[in-house]
């Protein structure tokens, strides 16, 4: 069994920068992707940005440009930068697998309030 859990949020600025940290535990094995999803109040939870087992990213074309995904495998944790931020972009933001979600992997998130 995978956990996730995230950390890294926060209340911020328009403009300003925050890094997220995903770390994994269990069987993190059976994992190949990982992905950052988000939440915002009121609305589905989208996608963010995505790292394959290769290493290849995908990003939400709304982050493209100010979010860069990494991950450092060998302290089994993915992080997200993101920079020049946006009101748009506060949610709770979570980690999962990447490109097909595992329902049961959701954790509490982490949150990020971004001020205008």
């Known amino acids: 069994q995978v956990q996730f859990v995230e950390s890294g949020g926060g209340l911020v600025q328009a403009g300003g920068s925050l890094r997220l940290s995903c770390a994994a535990s269990?069987?993190?094995?059976?994992?190949?992707?990982i992905g950052w999803y988000r939440q915002a109040p009121g609305k589905a939870r989208e996608f963010v940005a995505g790292m394959g087992s290769g290493g290849r990213t995908n990003y939400a074309d709304s982050v493209k440009g100010r979010f860069t995904i990494s991950r450092d495998n060998a302290k089994n944790t993915v992080y997200l930068q993101m920079n020049s931020l946006k009101p748009e972009d506060t949610a709770v933001y979570y980690c999962?697998?990447?490109?097909?979600?595992?329902?049961?992997?959701w954790g509490q998130g982490t949150q990020v309030t971004v001020s205008s």
């Open positions: 269990g069987s993190t094995f059976s994992i190949n992707g």
């Open positions: 999962n697998q990447f490109p097909s979600v595992r329902s049961h992997l």
